[in-house]
């Protein structure tokens, strides 16, 4: 992986920064289609990784300011004590977790909240829901508070696959992530 803007560059690049590793991240998962478990990344200086193990100087962007470096899979089966339990080490200048989710519309809130208390409720209210779209959510976040979020929803036979970008799509989410930044 690597291809991204160099935030050395100028100013004006350091915006374009987190949201292109994102799309990055997302289009390296999506490679391996639908129905994965959430998948973390570290963000990583590029020229940092190259001096370190200079073998990989082929397979990186060496212009790429940051590399996403997949990470082993999260232990156990909630993601927030998942990610409550990691701190990573001050080489990381960021990280990205890549997880599949579903996509209910506006009008399915007030269902929802009635169930909100019990998430095993929860998940098959969202999961039966008639209008329902499945989704992949990358969330990425670097120390210095930068986050970004990308949302590919899954299309079907009606529609193409759909991808949003917002920096506030998943706020808890991004927040728990930079929770594992912390000094």
């Not at 289609?33 to 020229?47: H, K, N």
């Not at 909100?116 to 039966?128: F, K």
């Not at 929803?153 to 759909?162: A, N, S, T």
Request: proline share 9%.
């Amino acid at each position: 992986m690597g291809g991204v803007p160099s935030v050395d560059d100028a100013d004006e690049t350091r915006p374009t920064l987190l949201p292109a590793l994102a799309r990055e991240v997302e289009e390296f998962v999506s490679a391996a289609g639908w129905d994965q478990a959430p998948q973390l990344f570290a963000l990583v200086p590029t020229a940092e990784l190259i001096a370190q193990q200079p073998e990989l100087r082929e397979q990186l962007d060496p212009a790429a300011s940051l590399t996403p470096i997949a990470q082993e899979e999260l232990p156990g089966e909630d993601l927030g004590d998942a990610l409550a339990s990691i701190v990573w080490p001050d080489a990381v200048t960021g990280c990205a977790l890549a997880q599949e989710i579903v996509v209910l519309p506006p009008d399915a809130e007030a269902e929802i909240d009635s169930v909100a208390e019990d998430t095993t409720v929860l998940r098959r209210v969202a999961a039966e829901h008639p209008q329902r779209r499945e989704a992949r959510l990358v969330a990425a976040v670097l120390r210095d508070g930068t986050a970004a979020c990308v949302l590919r929803l899954r299309g079907d036979q009606d529609r193409p696959d759909e991808i949003v970008e917002h920096p506030e799509l998943a706020p808890n989410l991004t927040g728990a992530l930079l929770q594992t930044l912390r000094p």
